[in-house]
């Protein structure tokens, strides 16, 4: 499972997750951290060292998560679950799941409007 969204929105729906994956682990849980540059932001990110001081401020600024979280840049990597999900590119205003079939798939997208029963329903389907 892939959680994307805000520090917020994911800490939030991993405090749902958790419970029900066994920490994370069965399906595992990941995260991927929607980061978007402010408007202030000074640099370029097709410069490769801008990018990665982008990502390494954005990570401090997010703090820890009990699961692994990635850093994605204005949410392109997650864009299929955003997308999915009915949520558009760069949005962090709602934390998305994108349920991972085992043959790495995407099975099905949620938001975190989902109840703690769809969430298992969707979980059992990955089992």
């Not at 997750?17 to 595992?28: A, I, N």
């Not at 990502?55 to 850093?71: L, M, S």
């Not at 840049?73 to 999900?85: M, V």
Request: proline residues 6%.
């Amino acid at each position: 499972m892939i959680v994307t969204g805000s520090a917020a929105g994911i800490r939030k729906v991993l405090s749902r997750l958790l419970p029900l994956t066994h920490g994370g682990v069965k399906p595992q849980v990941i995260g991927m951290l929607i980061a978007v540059p402010a408007p202030d932001w000074k640099g370029s990110l097709l410069d490769p060292d801008d990018a990665a001081s982008f990502a390494r401020e954005a990570a401090a600024k997010a703090g820890t998560f009990p699961v692994p979280v990635a850093i994605d840049i204005k949410g392109a990597a997650g864009y299929q679950i955003s997308q999915a999900a009915g949520i558009e590119a760069g949005q962090t205003s709602r934390t998305t799941i994108g349920f991972v079939a085992s043959n790495r798939t995407l099975a099905d997208a949620t938001t975190e409007t989902a109840t703690d029963e769809e969430l298992r329903g969707q979980i059992a389907t990955l089992r």
